[in-house]
């Protein structure tokens, strides 16, 4: 008997999630199967309580589900709670766990994977909506100097900053409001990339020693890490790495074990990757 998993969202035909999970359980040797599940964009909950009414033990969550999971979990890890938003849920006994694994996932690409310590660094975290909205307290319980957020629309950028700002050193602005600024580490965690597009940031915000990170991954490059390397940046990176170890970090919710995440992300970068986020 297998145990039932499986990540839901819409669109969801090209996520990499269940590749990942068949890998980890694998590693691992846990009996189960995960798999991908397209809900409608008005189904989401019917989706869950069916799946879960066929023995499923866990789901991930992915666009446009998140706010929706946050809203059906019975109850919350303190992340979740404070992020409002949960891309991964529990079934156990009668409660829905829900859990928000997509800062710890970014933090330890960074830390463990790309060997830079988040403590006493200066962040410019691009983007202010849900992808953002996940991350920002896993990087400030790393206790950087400063994490700054920049947004086209400055008022949905202070809005978290207000909702943060007891957990740490946090302002907020638009995209000009940190020209002429250094960091140590710029994340963009807008969708502008999926589309070959990119943020109106200043250019001198980039520097030869900033870490400059993209939460979309493919084969290529995007738009904005080869404008960040046009202005000088030596190191950039892309979310191959954060989409691994989220899903570790799912897997250890649900199985108590910890999967290897480097031969995963090794594997994935010799695929074929479609221009996608996080999922």
């Known amino acids: 008997m297998f145990d039932l998993y499986a990540v839901i969202g819409n669109p969801i035909a090209h996520s990499k999630s269940p590749f990942i999970h068949t890998i980890f359980a694998q590693q691992t040797h846990q009996a189960m199967q995960y798999t991908a599940i397209l809900a409608p964009l008005d ?5 869950v309580e069916s799946f879960h009414l066929q023995g499923g ?17 019975t109850r919350l890890t303190e992340r979740a709670t404070i992020a409002q938003a949960v891309n991964t849920l529990k079934f156990e006994d009668n409660e829905i766990l829900g859990d928000n694994t997509d800062g710890v996932g970014l933090v330890r690409d960074i830390e463990l994977n790309l060997g830079i310590s988040i403590a006493a660094k200066r962040i410019l975290l691009i983007g202010a909506g849900g992808a953002a909205q996940g991350v920002i307290l896993p990087l400030l319980q790393r206790k950087p100097a400063i994490l700054a957020i920049a947004n086209r629309t400055p008022q ?14 946090i302002i907020a602005g638009n995209y000009t409001s940190f020209s002429n600024k250094h960091f140590d580490i710029i994340i963009n965690a807008t969708s502008a990339s999926l589309n070959n597009a990119m943020p109106e940031v200043p250019t001198d915000i980039f520097a030869p020693a900033t870490l400059v990170y993209d939460m979309m991954y493919g084969n290529e490059l995007s738009r904005f890490l080869k404008f960040a390397q046009e202005q000088g940046a030596r190191q950039v990176a892309d979310g191959i790495g954060m989409l691994v170890e989220q899903a570790a970090e799912s897997f250890f919710l649900w199985r108590g074990v910890t999967p290897q995440t480097k031969p995963v992300i090794t594997q994935l970068r010799s695929m074929n990757l479609k221009q996608d986020i996080n999922k």
Do not use: I, S, Y
Not at 43 to 47: E, R, S
Not at 59 to 68: A, C, D, S
Not at 156 to 169: I, R, T
């Open 156 to 169: 949905k950028a202070q809005m978290l900053q207000q909702q943060f700002l007891p957990f740490g050193n």
């Open 43 to 47: 189904g989401f909950k019917k989706t």
């Open 57 to 73: 033990k866990g789901l991930n969550v992915t666009v446009p589900f998140k706010l929706q999971a946050f809203q059906l979990a």
